[in-house]
């Protein structure tokens, strides 16, 4: 019993951490948990994370939480998945709850902004790394390739939206008091939705917040992209950051604690559900037949998911020919390079990290 608490604390601890360096979304996690829950604890196997991984793409709400909840059920069961879904909130929750309120004045930093630079070029490197992991524990076979092939192109090439289904609820209005307690509930209620039918990640969630939030007089658009820009160089799931970004525009510090337990709410009980059940069944033949073929199609995403934050990384005022001129390239061209080979020679990812917005920071300088 001591050793399963310890265990939990452990989980809690680690996934904090996990959750204060994942920076550029679910993804950017992979090579964090590889290094801490696989090499270093050796909870579970790199095969295990592709497992992972191939179920939370395939379940409602954010990557990261539904990585963390998985993972967490996996080593301690229930109160291994709480604690370890929590441990992945919390940074980002905490950090944003502060930017919400300093966005503006957090924008106009140079010294950040240089900081994020270089951080998302080692974000990338890192990706690239677990990617390559995956790809390894892939079963190698025609059909393997032709999955993989097919869920790169349909996404990073023909813009295919992975989502399974995509309900949309502008026609649905409510008529309440501008009273308290209800802007909480409704604020609840409607990222629960959000959280609910949300397929392929944080991003696959804004037509939703844009039919929910923005219809709701919430947030208006130009805020709405001023707070994605940050988002995507703040740590922590890109779901969470906006849901808390929203409900604390909205309700204030309770309100971002209620809209961030509702986008989360829904992918823990379905990830609860889906993990007692594939532990139970994970020897079928038709289970390890379903997973033959997710495997290699996470492998598809992740390398369409590199594709699309390559360009915001080295491009991201989109092509031209000015490009090669400016110095910016290089540097971040420079950092790239330097971070991919510190991950595949396994470099702490949080070290590599830290150096990349060192490196962004000195360049942006120069």
């Not at 310890?6 to 994942?22: D, E, M, R, S, V």
């Not at 038709?286 to 390398?303: D, E, H, Q, R």
């Amino acid at each position: 019993m001591n050793n399963k608490i310890q265990k939990t604390i452990q989980l809690f601890l680690t996934f904090i951490k996990i959750g204060a360096f994942t920076f550029g979304g679910g993804y950017a996690m992979l090579p964090l948990i590889q290094k801490e829950i696989v090499e270093k604890k050796h909870w579970i196997t790199d095969n295990d994370i592709l497992e992972i991984v191939a179920i939370s793409e395939s379940t409602p709400g954010p990557i990261a939480i539904n990585a963390a909840t998985f993972v967490g059920f996996r080593i301690c069961g229930f109160w291994g998945a709480l604690f370890a879904t929590l441990g992945v909130v919390i940074p980002s929750y905490l950090i944003i709850l502060i930017i919400s309120f300093v966005l503006k004045e957090f924008q106009s930093i140079k010294i950040i902004q240089y900081a994020f630079n270089g951080i998302r070029a080692g974000v990338l490197a890192l990706i690239i790394k677990a990617l390559w992991s995956m790809y390894i524990q892939c079963p190698k076979n025609i059909i393997s390739y032709i999955i993989m092939a097919c869920s790169f192109i349909f996404t990073a090439l023909l813009n295919v939206n992975y989502q399974l289904f995509n309900i949309r609820f502008s026609n649905i209005y409510y008529h309440i008091k501008e009273e308290m307690l209800m802007i909480y509930l409704e604020l609840f209620y409607i990222f629960l939705k959000i959280g609910a039918f949300t397929f392929g990640g944080g991003y696959a969630m804004l037509p939703l917040i844009q039919d929910e939030v923005i219809a709701h007089n919430w947030i208006d658009s130009q805020s709405l992209i001023d707070f994605i820009a940050v988002s995507e160089s703040t740590p922590g799931p890109f779901a969470v950051n906006i849901a808390t970004y929203g409900g604390a525009e909205v309700g204030g510090i309770f309100g971002s604690f209620c809209a961030t337990l509702g986008v989360i709410l829904p992918s823990f009980i379905i990830i609860l559900i889906v993990a007692k059940c594939f532990i139970q069944f994970q020897k079928s033949i038709v289970i390890k037949g379903c997973m033959s073929g997710l495997k290699p199609a996470v492998v598809g995403l992740i390398g369409s998911a590199v594709i699309s934050m390559s360009s915001t990384v080295f491009i991201p005022d989109g092509f031209n020919t000015t490009v090669f001129t400016d110095i910016s390239f290089y540097a971040t061209l420079i950092i790239f390079l330097i971070s991919v080979v510190l991950a595949f020679k396994k470099l702490n990812p949080i070290l590599i990290i830290c150096l990349s917005a060192i490196l962004g920071i000195v360049c942006g300088y120069i």
